[in-house]
């Protein structure tokens, strides 16, 4: 009952500068929790950067002091800056949300993923 919007993505050159924007809609009644994760060729999928209702971020090893994960909540969407990419960050970027729905259940849902193509 959650559907997760996203765009942003596309091609850039190493050291360049793409945002990828999440808006979540459905029926919600609290986020508790956005995130975004990748998954490149060969590879498992992983988290990049999560944001708590309360604000609080968490990032992956790999992004930290590049990316920077945010949020607008009266838009229910999510952003994540990505600065000095590196051809290792080419991947299909995904967005998640933890919410609580009108009805009170607890869901995790997935957006449909956004292809990031760094060169080198």
């Known amino acids: 009952q959650v559907q997760l919007v996203e765009s942003g993505g596309g091609l850039v050159q190493a050291g360049g500068s793409l945002r990828l924007s999440c808006a979540a809609s459905g029926s919600i009644l609290i986020i508790n929790a956005m995130g975004w994760y990748r998954q490149a060729p060969g590879k498992q999928r992983e988290l990049v950067a999560t944001?708590?209702?309360?604000?609080?971020?968490n990032y992956a090893d790999s992004v930290k002091g590049r990316f920077t994960i945010s949020r607008d909540s009266a838009k229910n969407t999510v952003y994540l800056q990505m600065d000095s990419l590196k051809p290792e960050d080419t991947a299909v970027y995904y967005c998640?949300?933890?919410?609580?729905?009108?009805?009170?259940?607890?869901?995790?849902?997935w957006g449909q993923g956004t292809q990031v193509t760094v060169s080198s």
């Open positions: 944001i708590t209702s309360r604000g609080s971020t």
């Open positions: 998640n949300s933890e919410v609580y729905t009108r009805s009170g259940a607890y869901t995790s849902d």
